[in-house]
């Protein structure tokens, strides 16, 4: 899935380095460790200035490289894509105070916890993750687009917490065990009243709000 906003990125040829911009990774190489990390961001990006830099796009396994001063590095970082990463928790990725989409698809990702150091973040794609706590997300008031399919909820309770995500207009949550019910798509509706997309289809609009009565 791609996010909705458009980033433009001249990346780099980068044949002598283990970060890459489309699927490479930053492994524990001698040539790497030695490395300084501005200087790996500045040939990803394709550009020296980094304040400049609004979109990266790498895989990292923070269990061995912490990019938690990252938003300190790259401070205008409005897209990050680490899909195929290993990132446990989002709490890895440290303060993102600019953060409007994040990719972390097959990341191995665990825990949400942390998603409130992304105080703007207005897109998540984190498919096929083992994610099964949504109580992280009551601080993502900005959260419009939330892409959870093939994780691990398998409680309806969970889909409450997004109640707390007053943007939420889309939401995805094929192939998690919640989804099995036979009433899943009344209950997400209920729950979450101003969402219009549930797995990719539009939810019916509740009649009665006061948008529709006018005055």
């Known amino acids: 899935r791609n996010g909705s906003m458009d980033a433009e990125l001249c990346v780099a040829e980068l044949p002598s380095l283990t970060l890459a911009a489309a699927g490479g990774d930053w492994s524990t190489t001698e040539e790497t460790t030695h490395v ?6 500045r ?11 609004t979109f990266l796009e790498f895989t990292v396994d923070t269990a061995e490289h912490s990019i938690g001063d990252l938003g300190v590095r790259v401070p205008a970082l409005e897209q990050l894509k680490l899909s195929g990463s290993n990132v446990a928790t989002v709490r890895d990725l440290g303060l993102l105070r600019n953060v409007q989409v994040l990719w972390l698809a097959r990341s191995g990702v665990h825990d949400l916890e942390g998603i409130s150091a992304l105080p703007v973040l207005r897109e998540l794609y984190a498919a ?3 994610v099964s706590d949504l109580s992280p997300l009551m601080g993502a008031e ?9 994780n691990a909820i398998d409680d309806a309770a969970e889909v409450q917490y997004l109640a707390f995500c007053e943007e939420l207009q889309s939401l ?3 192939d998690n065990a919640v989804a099995d019910a036979a009433d899943f798509r009344a209950q997400v509706a209920a729950a979450l009243p101003r969402l219009e997309l549930l797995d990719d289809e539009p939810l019916p609009r509740r009649s009665g709000g006061a ?5």
């Open 142 to 150: 900005h959260l419009q687009v939330l892409d959870l399919e093939g």
């Open 36 to 41: 300084d990390p501005d200087d790996l961001f």
């Open 43 to 53: 040939r990803l990006a394709g550009r020296d200035d980094l304040e400049t830099v």
């Open 128 to 130: 096929f993750n083992n």
């Open 172 to 174: 995805t949550l094929l």
């Open 211 to 215: 948008d529709e009565r006018g005055g």
